[in-house]
């Protein structure tokens, strides 16, 4: 018999109770909360977007023209000329063919892969990947493989093995709780190798990384032959909502065709869309934001590394703290709010077991002084130290 009360209580127990928070945005980098306003370090508006006035503006022009909603979904009376306008403008500056949108980063992946294999065909999917990818390869009915996180020498042993069979390779391009890289020019090599198809997520590398913001293939050098499908996520770096995959002109109509949660979904708000094609023009032509973000990834990294903080490997937006033990993440991110910071605690299910860590990000609107408020009080709280940094720290008190 099932008893919800009893899981809720269990979850509860173990310190893996979700909360959700209602936020009042103050601007792009505070909130108020419960009365209190906070600097807030766990957005993915990685550029600053979100609240942009050349963003509002825009949203607010098609809005006048077209309403708020589309009314249906792409394929009945959904689809308007600024959606055409926006796939158009993604594909020229991803330098693919074409683009098909899709409602969410959720939707896109579970379309994608579902379109691709079923029953027979295997995916192989780095084992920290995006839960979407996962889900995305059981509601397809293939065989999934989950190697360990970025071994490439598993990944071909595991392509090896099927030589008969229908083989997609998919990944985060950056990997979400832990900020760090997916090597993607060793993953093309392979997928030639093995004449498997490629397949990257990268939403939280777009706009943040490459010269023009291409993200990590562009960074890599890599393009639509060698990872013809590119999933993109609108809702972080580019500030607005939405998702779409990009590739070659075949790929896309064959994916228009077959992709379930884009066929039958209504189609985002065109107002969204007319909000994006002004975010892609500011991601494009102004690199002073994502260096910028670059400079304060350094001097977050560089001062917790004094404090003995335990970091992951990442050069990206996202800074997990470790912490381990989920009690302790919970509380550690209670004591930041105390001092006026909002980061928020991940924990199991989300992260593997005894690796819950504070996930802390950082925006192009972020400050020096900013980033030093934020040291200054991880620097206060002992669970986040080293083992090493502590015991010192103790010992001199």
Not at 6 to 22: D, F, I, P, V, Y
Request: proline share 4%; charged share 20%; hydrophobic share 45%.
């Amino acid at each position: 018999m099932w008893n919800p009360a009893q899981s809720l209580a269990e979850r509860r127990a173990a310190g893996l109770e979700r909360r959700q928070r209602t936020l009042e945005p103050v601007d792009g980098i505070h909130a108020r909360v419960d009365g209190r306003e906070l600097l807030v370090f766990c957005s993915n508006d990685y550029l600053g977007l979100a609240a942009d006035p050349r963003l509002q503006k825009a949203f607010a022009a098609e809005a006048d023209l077209s309403g708020v909603g589309s009314g249906a979904s792409h394929f009945v009376s959904g689809h308007r000329p600024v959606h055409d306008a926006l796939a158009e403008r993604l594909a020229a500056w991803l330098h693919r063919d074409r683009v098909l949108l899709f409602a969410t980063g959720y939707m896109a992946n579970l379309g994608v892969i579902d379109a691709l294999v079923g029953r027979g065909d295997r995916v192989h999917q780095d084992r920290l990947n995006h839960a979407s990818l996962l889900d995305g390869a059981r509601l397809s009915g293939a065989r999934l493989s989950r190697y360990p996180h970025l071994d490439m020498t598993q990944l071909d042993a595991r392509l090896q093995r099927n030589p008969g069979a229908r083989q997609l390779i998919a990944s985060d391009g950056v990997f979400s709780m832990d900020g760090d890289v997916a090597p993607v020019a060793a993953m093309a090599q392979l997928a030639a190798r093995y004449g498997a198809a490629l397949m990257v997520d990268d939403a939280h590398g777009i706009g943040v990384l490459g010269r023009t913001g291409g993200g990590v293939l562009q960074e890599a050098d890599l393009g639509q032959d060698a990872v013809p499908l590119l999933v993109g996520t609108l809702g972080k770096a580019a500030g607005t909502f939405g998702a779409f995959v990009a590739g070659p002109a075949d790929w896309i109509a064959m994916l228009q065709q077959q992709a379930r949660t884009q066929i039958y979904t209504t189609a985002s708000p065109p107002a969204l869309a007319a909000a994006t094609l002004a975010a892609i023009d500011i991601i494009e032509q102004d690199d002073g934001r994502r260096q910028h973000l670059q400079d304060l990834i350094k001097r977050f990294r560089l001062g917790a590394g004094q404090l003995g903080l335990r970091l992951l490997t990442s050069r990206t937006a996202i800074q997990p703290v470790l912490v381990g033990d989920a009690a302790e993440a919970v509380a550690a991110s209670a004591e930041l709010e105390r001092r006026g910071i909002l980061v928020s605690a991940i924990r199991p299910p989300t992260v593997p077991v005894a690796s819950a860590r504070l996930r802390v990000t950082l925006s192009a609107l972020h400050e020096d002084r900013h980033v030093d408020q934020l040291l200054d009080a991880l620097g206060d709280i002992p669970a986040l130290r080293r083992a090493d940094e502590a015991a010192s720290a103790g010992g001199a008190s």
